[in-house]
């Protein structure tokens, strides 16, 4: 997002690891109210100059940050951010202890492209970050969406109306103690169940209209699987 | 062989490159700046210098020691010195063919031949002409950021008008473990630091190696001053820490150790 006169906007980028600590960096030094903020990190207290207010003051770390994108549709895309991983003193790279030190892998961030004329920001979008490369020089970040439908965990079990679990299983919960009709095991139906309020299907409540001839229904029992 | 093997001995010496010659240092470190913002640096290699040397008008003689000297030195090294450097040495090797041009009979032009410097080997003469040649490698650089390394136990940075940079890196000097670490590109170097009344001593390691002991004690508090040097190191990265010893000159008050700067000749 350039702008055709005035200063270029400065991106900010606040960052809450998993452990609570939060990081402030930016394409330029400065002081700004942010968005997020959380427990100062231990590797703060060992700045020569440390700044007055750290929820508030920037480091300029932040190297690029590209391809933010929105939709109206549930699409998601990755956005990278690349931050500096030299700074540091002579033994070891500030980022690289940090990465090691704490867990960035789903931090939440907050990007801003801060205007410094109107002192606010053109552009803010919040979601989660996933650490897609370090090298000598960097660590790229990926940038992904809040909501993002590829971070969701399926739901393990098919809906069913036959109980999906193992005869005799902890889930199933027939024992040879509790269930006198242990030697012969279910047929994973609601109706052959020996521990009821334990099954693991789905009850289907089929209303017949009309009770049926004996002659029309059939004499084998069906074990049909029904996604719903 | 080796260092003992000298290209060109004295200044009049008939294998001095023809002057001007190009003396520079390789990029060898890795650099990174936000859009506003100060620049980071790192060493990353150990490079430090590398001539690209000429001779216009040789004797077939002449051009035939040098080839040899490409030939020999392939796979080891020589020295060469700077004459209009102060004298200083350098050990290394060419490290592009020398193909001598035919320009008349017995005339020779040998052309951008590139001499490198290689780290790691020993010197007849360690350069030590500090005020030429050595930088600062300070405690805090000048961008605030604090280069030298807590790699072991509790160490603060102090103000402290006497030192370089108005601070230094303060251990208690209890443990004797504690440890502060600076890694440098260089040679030899000085260790600098404030002195006073309530300092104690600790040890210098260089790569490993314990190297000397250092007295912070003087009667009254005094500027940073070289309190050990340390003249012939190879050239290369070197880590250098320095460790309590939990012991002071009978007169000090306190045991308190400091890091201040290093003056590192390259």
Known sequence: MSSKTGPA???????????????????????????????????????????????????????????????????????TISVQNIS????????????????????????????????????????????????????????????????????????????????????????????????????????????????????????????????????????????? | ????????????????????????????????????????????????HQFVFSWNDKLAADARKLKRYYEQYRKGFFTYIDHEGGGREFVGRFSTPVEPSPLSHNHWSIQQIVFDEIPGLPMRNYPSDWAQDAIWELAVNDFGNRMVAAASGTWVLVADANAKTGFHFENAGIAITDTATYVYLGYGFQFWAPSGPAYGQAQLILDGAVIGTVDFYSAATKPSSALFTLKNVVAGQHVLSLQPLHTKNAASSGYTVLWDALWVMI
């Open chain 2, 1 to 48: 062989m080796s260092q003992l093997d000298v290209l060109n001995l004295t200044p009049t010496h008939p294998l001095n490159p023809n002057y001007a010659f190009a003396k520079k240092r390789p990029i060898s470190h890795l650099s990174a700046k936000a859009n506003h913002g100060a620049p980071y640096m790192r060493d990353v290699t150990d490079i430090l």
């Open chain 1, 88 to 228: 540091g003193n002579t033994l070891q790279r500030d980022l690289a202890g940090l990465l090691t030190a704490r867990t960035f892998e789903g931090a939440i961030f907050a990007f801003r492209e801060w205007n410094l004329l109107a002192q606010c920001a053109e552009f803010e979008q919040h979601g989660r970050l996933t650490v897609v490369s370090t090298s000598e020089g960097q660590c790229q970040f990926g940038a992904n969406p809040l909501l993002n439908p590829n971070d969701y965990d399926g739901n393990p079990y098919s809906y069913s109306e036959t109980c999906q679990w193992r005869f005799g299983s902890p889930q199933c919960g027939s024992t040879p103690g509790n269930d006198a009709a242990f030697g012969a095991p279910c047929s994973n139906t609601y109706v052959t169940c020996h521990q009821r309020n334990l099954f693991g299907g789905v009850l289907n409540t089929v209303v017949f209209p009309q009770t049926p001839s004996v002659a029309n229904i059939s004499a084998n029992q069906v074990q049909y699987r029904r996604l719903v």
């Open chain 1, 9 to 79: 906007p400065v991106c900010l980028l606040d960052v809450v690891a998993t452990d609570g600590t939060s990081y402030h960096w930016a394409s330029k030094e400065l002081d700004v109210t942010p968005v997020y903020t959380g427990t100062r990190p231990a590797w703060a207290l060992g700045l020569a100059n440390p700044p007055a207010n750290y929820d508030t003051h920037y480091f300029p770390w932040l190297l690029s940050a590209s391809g933010f994108q929105q939709s109206r549709s549930m699409q998601s895309s990755q956005a």
